[in-house]
Protein backbone atom coordinates (compact mmCIF):
# COMPACT_ATOMS: atom_id res chain seq x y z
CA UNK A 1 0.00 0.00 0.00
CA UNK A 2 2.52 2.03 0.59
CA UNK A 3 3.89 1.87 -2.52
CA UNK A 4 1.11 2.14 -4.47
CA UNK A 5 0.25 5.78 -2.44
CA UNK A 6 4.13 6.76 -3.32
CA UNK A 7 3.92 5.95 -7.14
CA UNK A 8 0.15 7.75 -7.30
CA UNK A 9 2.24 10.57 -5.67
CA UNK A 10 4.60 10.83 -7.98
CA UNK A 11 1.97 10.34 -11.18
CA UNK A 12 0.92 14.10 -10.54
CA UNK A 13 3.96 15.53 -9.27
CA UNK A 14 5.74 14.68 -12.54
CA UNK A 15 5.10 17.82 -15.24
CA UNK A 16 4.63 17.82 -19.23
CA UNK A 17 7.98 17.51 -21.03
CA UNK A 18 8.78 20.87 -21.65
CA UNK A 19 9.31 21.11 -17.75
CA UNK A 20 10.84 17.65 -17.17
CA UNK A 21 12.57 16.57 -13.86
CA UNK A 22 14.92 14.44 -12.96
CA UNK A 23 14.84 11.35 -10.49
CA UNK A 24 16.43 13.63 -7.71
CA UNK A 25 14.21 16.49 -8.04
CA UNK A 26 10.96 14.06 -8.13
CA UNK A 27 12.58 12.71 -4.82
CA UNK A 28 12.83 16.00 -3.08
CA UNK A 29 9.59 16.55 -4.08
CA UNK A 30 8.19 13.58 -2.63
CA UNK A 31 9.94 14.13 0.59
CA UNK A 32 8.49 17.78 0.88
CA UNK A 33 5.17 15.64 0.97
CA UNK A 34 6.30 14.00 3.98
CA UNK A 35 7.68 10.72 2.55
CA UNK A 36 10.99 9.27 4.18
CA UNK A 37 11.90 7.46 1.07
CA UNK A 38 15.75 6.75 -0.47
CA UNK A 39 16.78 8.14 -3.52
CA UNK A 40 17.00 4.55 -5.24
CA UNK A 41 13.46 3.79 -3.83
CA UNK A 42 11.88 6.70 -5.95
CA UNK A 43 14.41 5.51 -9.25
CA UNK A 44 13.16 2.16 -9.03
CA UNK A 45 9.15 3.65 -8.32
CA UNK A 46 9.79 5.57 -11.96
CA UNK A 47 11.31 2.91 -13.84
CA UNK A 48 8.13 0.81 -12.78
CA UNK A 49 5.53 3.30 -13.49
CA UNK A 50 7.60 3.91 -17.44
CA UNK A 51 6.52 0.35 -17.68
CA UNK A 52 2.98 0.45 -16.05
CA UNK A 53 1.94 3.48 -18.08
CA UNK A 54 3.04 4.73 -21.50
CA UNK A 55 2.01 8.00 -20.75
CA UNK A 56 5.18 8.01 -18.17
CA UNK A 57 8.53 8.98 -20.50
CA UNK A 58 12.19 9.89 -19.68
CA UNK A 59 14.92 10.48 -21.82
CA UNK A 60 18.94 10.66 -21.40
CA UNK A 61 20.35 13.38 -19.50
CA UNK A 62 24.36 13.41 -18.90
CA UNK A 63 24.53 10.45 -16.24
CA UNK A 64 20.90 10.77 -15.27
CA UNK A 65 17.37 10.91 -16.52
CA UNK A 66 14.71 13.47 -16.69
CA UNK A 67 11.04 12.27 -16.29
CA UNK A 68 7.65 13.43 -17.30
CA UNK A 69 4.37 12.87 -17.88
CA UNK A 70 2.05 13.32 -21.16
CA UNK A 71 -0.63 14.87 -19.51
CA UNK A 72 -3.22 14.21 -22.15
CA UNK A 73 -2.56 10.70 -21.82
CA UNK A 74 -2.55 11.01 -18.00
CA UNK A 75 -5.88 12.22 -18.06
CA UNK A 76 -7.28 9.89 -20.06
CA UNK A 77 -10.10 7.26 -18.69
CA UNK A 78 -11.15 4.43 -20.75
CA UNK A 79 -12.93 0.82 -20.13
CA UNK A 80 -10.86 -1.83 -21.15
CA UNK A 81 -13.83 -2.70 -23.90
CA UNK A 82 -13.14 0.96 -25.08
CA UNK A 83 -9.58 0.19 -25.19
CA UNK A 84 -10.71 -2.98 -27.44
CA UNK A 85 -12.57 -0.56 -29.84
CA UNK A 86 -9.52 1.48 -30.26
CA UNK A 87 -7.12 -1.40 -31.05
CA UNK A 88 -9.40 -2.58 -33.36
CA UNK A 89 -9.64 0.40 -34.78
CA UNK A 90 -6.13 0.83 -34.88
CA UNK A 91 -4.93 -2.08 -36.33
CA UNK A 92 -7.88 -2.07 -39.04
CA UNK A 93 -6.42 1.38 -40.11
CA UNK A 94 -3.02 0.32 -40.18
CA UNK A 95 -3.84 -2.74 -42.25
CA UNK A 96 -6.03 0.09 -44.54
CA UNK A 97 -2.64 2.38 -45.87
CA UNK A 98 -2.56 4.23 -42.25
CA UNK A 99 0.50 2.71 -40.77
CA UNK A 100 2.43 6.08 -40.44
CA UNK A 101 -0.79 8.16 -38.46
CA UNK A 102 -1.40 5.08 -36.23
CA UNK A 103 2.51 4.99 -35.09
CA UNK A 104 2.06 8.61 -34.58
CA UNK A 105 -0.66 7.80 -32.19
CA UNK A 106 1.58 5.16 -30.70
CA UNK A 107 1.32 6.18 -26.74
CA UNK A 108 -2.19 6.60 -26.91
CA UNK A 109 -2.98 3.08 -28.71
CA UNK A 110 0.29 1.52 -26.24
CA UNK A 111 -2.01 3.24 -23.37
CA UNK A 112 -4.81 1.38 -24.65
CA UNK A 113 -2.90 -2.44 -25.08
CA UNK A 114 -1.55 -1.80 -21.71
CA UNK A 115 -5.25 -1.63 -20.09
CA UNK A 116 -6.53 -4.99 -22.02
CA UNK A 117 -3.15 -6.52 -20.74
CA UNK A 118 -3.99 -5.23 -17.44
CA UNK A 119 -7.74 -5.91 -17.32
CA UNK A 120 -7.16 -9.51 -16.52
CA UNK A 121 -4.61 -10.44 -13.68
CA UNK A 122 -3.51 -13.51 -15.30
CA UNK A 123 -4.26 -12.87 -18.98
CA UNK A 124 -2.93 -10.86 -21.76
CA UNK A 125 -6.09 -10.53 -24.13
CA UNK A 126 -4.34 -7.73 -26.54
CA UNK A 127 -3.64 -10.86 -28.43
CA UNK A 128 -7.67 -11.54 -28.85
CA UNK A 129 -8.60 -9.41 -31.39
CA UNK A 130 -7.54 -8.25 -35.37
CA UNK A 131 -8.93 -6.99 -38.14
CA UNK A 132 -9.50 -8.67 -41.41
CA UNK A 133 -11.44 -8.56 -44.70
CA UNK A 134 -12.38 -11.62 -47.21
CA UNK A 135 -11.48 -9.27 -49.86
CA UNK A 136 -8.05 -9.53 -50.91
CA UNK A 137 -6.46 -6.05 -50.39
CA UNK A 138 -3.59 -4.54 -51.94
CA UNK A 139 -0.47 -3.66 -49.68
CA UNK A 140 -0.66 -0.19 -49.13
CA UNK A 141 0.99 2.48 -51.31
CA UNK A 142 4.07 4.02 -50.05
CA UNK A 143 3.31 7.96 -48.80
CA UNK A 144 5.78 10.55 -47.91
CA UNK A 145 5.62 11.76 -43.79
CA UNK A 146 6.95 14.60 -44.93
CA UNK A 147 4.33 15.53 -47.73
CA UNK A 148 1.82 14.31 -45.69
CA UNK A 149 2.50 16.37 -42.63
CA UNK A 150 2.70 19.35 -45.22
CA UNK A 151 -1.05 18.82 -46.68
CA UNK A 152 -2.44 18.16 -43.29
CA UNK A 153 -0.94 21.54 -41.67
CA UNK A 154 -2.35 23.42 -44.86
CA UNK A 155 -5.96 21.34 -44.22
CA UNK A 156 -6.07 22.74 -40.38
CA UNK A 157 -4.78 26.36 -41.70
CA UNK A 158 -6.27 26.96 -45.05
CA UNK A 159 -3.54 27.49 -46.98
CA UNK A 160 -2.70 26.69 -50.50
CA UNK A 161 -0.10 24.32 -51.02
CA UNK A 162 3.10 23.72 -54.21
CA UNK A 163 4.15 20.27 -55.28
CA UNK A 164 5.97 18.42 -57.27
CA UNK A 165 3.11 15.47 -58.81
CA UNK A 166 3.76 12.99 -61.23
CA UNK A 167 0.83 11.52 -62.95
CA UNK A 168 1.15 7.69 -63.76
CA UNK A 169 2.91 6.90 -66.53
CA UNK A 170 4.66 10.39 -66.77
CA UNK A 171 8.24 10.35 -67.25
CA UNK A 172 8.45 13.83 -65.27
CA UNK A 173 6.92 15.37 -62.11
CA UNK A 174 4.59 18.30 -62.74
CA UNK A 175 4.62 21.75 -60.53
CA UNK A 176 1.01 21.98 -59.61
CA UNK A 177 -0.30 24.67 -57.37
CA UNK A 178 -3.04 23.76 -55.23
CA UNK A 179 -5.47 24.21 -52.46
CA UNK A 180 -6.01 21.03 -49.94
CA UNK A 181 -9.68 20.58 -49.11
CA UNK A 182 -9.99 16.98 -48.00
CA UNK A 183 -8.38 14.04 -47.03
CA UNK A 184 -9.70 10.94 -48.21
CA UNK A 185 -8.64 6.81 -46.84
CA UNK A 186 -9.66 4.50 -49.05
CA UNK A 187 -8.74 1.22 -50.56
CA UNK A 188 -4.73 1.38 -48.99
CA UNK A 189 -4.37 4.54 -50.57
CA UNK A 190 -4.67 8.32 -49.04
CA UNK A 191 -6.40 10.71 -51.83
CA UNK A 192 -6.40 14.94 -51.48
CA UNK A 193 -9.26 16.19 -52.59
CA UNK A 194 -8.34 19.27 -53.93
CA UNK A 195 -8.77 22.31 -56.54
CA UNK A 196 -5.56 23.73 -58.73
CA UNK A 197 -4.57 26.26 -61.16
CA UNK A 198 -5.57 24.81 -64.43
CA UNK A 199 -8.73 22.49 -63.46
CA UNK A 200 -11.83 23.59 -65.04
CA UNK A 201 -13.97 26.18 -62.86
CA UNK A 202 -16.74 23.88 -60.62
CA UNK A 203 -14.76 20.90 -60.41
CA UNK A 204 -13.17 18.94 -57.43
CA UNK A 205 -9.96 16.55 -58.49
CA UNK A 206 -8.88 13.88 -56.27
CA UNK A 207 -5.28 12.90 -56.49
CA UNK A 208 -3.59 10.08 -54.10
CA UNK A 209 -1.03 10.93 -52.10
CA UNK A 210 1.99 8.61 -52.72
CA UNK A 211 2.31 10.18 -56.23
CA UNK A 212 3.25 13.39 -54.91
CA UNK A 213 7.46 14.57 -54.46
CA UNK A 214 7.27 17.20 -52.83
CA UNK A 215 5.04 19.50 -51.07
CA UNK A 216 5.56 23.16 -49.03
CA UNK A 217 2.78 25.77 -48.30
CA UNK A 218 2.68 29.14 -50.32
CA UNK A 219 1.52 32.68 -49.91
CA UNK A 220 -0.73 32.36 -52.17
CA UNK A 221 -4.09 31.72 -52.00
CA UNK A 222 -5.77 29.59 -54.35
CA UNK A 223 -9.96 30.38 -54.65
CA UNK A 224 -11.60 27.56 -53.08
CA UNK A 225 -15.52 26.26 -53.10
CA UNK A 226 -17.50 28.00 -50.42
CA UNK A 227 -20.00 25.25 -49.54
CA UNK A 228 -17.13 22.69 -50.40
CA UNK A 229 -18.48 18.95 -48.25
CA UNK A 230 -16.13 16.44 -48.90
CA UNK A 231 -19.78 13.68 -48.55
CA UNK A 232 -21.30 15.77 -51.51
CA UNK A 233 -21.85 14.35 -54.47
CA UNK A 234 -18.86 16.87 -56.71
CA UNK A 235 -16.32 15.49 -54.18
CA UNK A 236 -17.36 12.13 -54.33
CA UNK A 237 -17.77 11.79 -58.22
CA UNK A 238 -13.54 12.61 -58.15
CA UNK A 239 -13.07 10.35 -55.05
CA UNK A 240 -15.17 6.94 -55.52
CA UNK A 241 -16.12 7.21 -59.12
CA UNK A 242 -19.84 8.27 -58.35
CA UNK A 243 -21.68 8.57 -61.34
CA UNK A 244 -24.92 9.89 -60.98
CA UNK A 245 -25.91 13.18 -58.98
CA UNK A 246 -28.95 10.73 -57.18
CA UNK A 247 -29.47 7.52 -56.60
CA UNK A 248 -31.17 5.55 -58.88
CA UNK A 249 -33.44 2.24 -58.94
CA UNK A 250 -31.61 -1.11 -59.33
CA UNK A 251 -33.26 -4.72 -59.57
CA UNK A 252 -30.91 -7.46 -59.11
CA UNK A 253 -31.67 -11.59 -58.97
CA UNK A 254 -29.43 -12.95 -56.78
CA UNK A 255 -29.26 -16.36 -55.36
CA UNK A 256 -30.44 -18.17 -52.78
CA UNK A 257 -26.93 -18.10 -51.02
CA UNK A 258 -26.41 -14.20 -51.46
CA UNK A 259 -29.93 -13.58 -50.86
CA UNK A 260 -29.19 -14.62 -47.12
CA UNK A 261 -26.35 -12.57 -47.01
CA UNK A 262 -27.80 -9.42 -48.16
CA UNK A 263 -30.18 -10.04 -45.22
CA UNK A 264 -27.32 -9.47 -42.70
CA UNK A 265 -25.83 -7.15 -44.82
CA UNK A 266 -27.95 -5.05 -47.16
CA UNK A 267 -26.81 -3.28 -50.32
CA UNK A 268 -28.63 -0.27 -49.52
CA UNK A 269 -30.78 1.60 -47.22
CA UNK A 270 -34.41 0.70 -48.88
CA UNK A 271 -33.79 -2.66 -49.79
CA UNK A 272 -35.93 -5.47 -50.35
CA UNK A 273 -35.78 -8.78 -50.90
CA UNK A 274 -38.64 -11.10 -52.53
CA UNK A 275 -38.86 -14.67 -53.31
CA UNK A 276 -39.09 -15.76 -57.33
CA UNK A 277 -38.01 -19.07 -56.79
CA UNK A 278 -36.75 -22.00 -55.03
CA UNK A 279 -33.43 -20.74 -55.72
CA UNK A 280 -33.62 -16.97 -56.77
CA UNK A 281 -34.37 -13.90 -55.35
CA UNK A 282 -35.29 -10.60 -55.96
CA UNK A 283 -33.69 -7.68 -55.18
CA UNK A 284 -34.48 -3.95 -55.13
CA UNK A 285 -33.18 -0.61 -53.85
CA UNK A 286 -31.89 2.89 -54.82
CA UNK A 287 -27.94 3.46 -54.63
CA UNK A 288 -25.80 5.79 -56.45
CA UNK A 289 -24.08 4.30 -59.90
CA UNK A 290 -20.31 3.75 -59.30
CA UNK A 291 -17.49 2.20 -59.65
CA UNK A 292 -17.41 0.53 -56.34
CA UNK A 293 -21.04 -0.64 -57.11
CA UNK A 294 -19.58 -2.10 -60.76
CA UNK A 295 -16.64 -4.09 -58.58
CA UNK A 296 -19.25 -5.21 -56.02
CA UNK A 297 -21.30 -6.86 -58.89
CA UNK A 298 -18.76 -7.92 -60.61
CA UNK A 299 -17.15 -10.27 -57.60
CA UNK A 300 -20.03 -11.77 -56.77
CA UNK A 301 -20.09 -14.11 -59.99
CA UNK A 302 -22.58 -16.61 -61.11
CA UNK A 303 -25.09 -15.65 -57.59
CA UNK A 304 -26.67 -12.33 -59.22
CA UNK A 305 -27.80 -11.00 -62.19
CA UNK A 306 -28.23 -7.41 -63.21
CA UNK A 307 -31.88 -6.76 -64.24
CA UNK A 308 -32.42 -3.03 -63.99
CA UNK A 309 -31.22 -0.10 -65.18
CA UNK A 310 -30.50 -1.57 -68.68
CA UNK A 311 -27.53 0.66 -68.82
CA UNK A 312 -26.33 -0.99 -65.94
CA UNK A 313 -27.17 -4.44 -67.59
CA UNK A 314 -25.54 -4.06 -70.53
CA UNK A 315 -22.19 -2.76 -69.02
CA UNK A 316 -21.93 -6.05 -66.69
CA UNK A 317 -22.46 -8.17 -69.17
CA UNK A 318 -19.96 -7.06 -71.67
CA UNK A 319 -17.85 -6.79 -69.07
CA UNK A 320 -18.27 -10.39 -67.97
CA UNK A 321 -17.85 -11.47 -71.84
CA UNK A 322 -14.83 -10.26 -71.76
CA UNK A 323 -13.82 -12.04 -68.80
CA UNK A 324 -15.09 -15.23 -70.17
CA UNK A 325 -13.28 -15.04 -73.52
CA UNK A 326 -10.31 -14.76 -71.50
CA UNK A 327 -10.76 -18.37 -70.63
CA UNK A 328 -12.57 -19.67 -73.64
CA UNK A 329 -10.28 -22.74 -74.94
CA UNK A 330 -9.26 -21.49 -78.51
Given at each position: ?13 L???E ?14 Q ?12 L?D ?6 H???RE???SK?W ?7 R ?27 E ?38 V ?10 Q ?40 C ?8 S ?41 D ?24 D ?8 D ?17 L????E ?15 A ?11 D
Amino acid sequence: MDQLFRQDLILGILPGKENALGSAAVHERVTRQGLNVDLRTIQRDLNDLKEKYPHVRSREDGSSKLWWAEKSLSRLSMLPTDAMNLVMIMNHATRFGMAAQVERLSPLRNYAVSLLKGSRPTQDVSGKITSNTRFITLQPSVVKPEVLDVIQQALLDGLSVEALYQKRGADEPKRLQLKPLGLSYQDSNIYLSCVFKGLPQGSIAALPLHRFKTARTMREDIASPDDYDINSVPALQSLVGLRTDHPVQIRLRVSQALSERLRENPLTEDQTLEPETADWWLMSGSIHLSQGLDLWLLSQGEHLEVLEPTALRAQIAASAKRMAALYTED
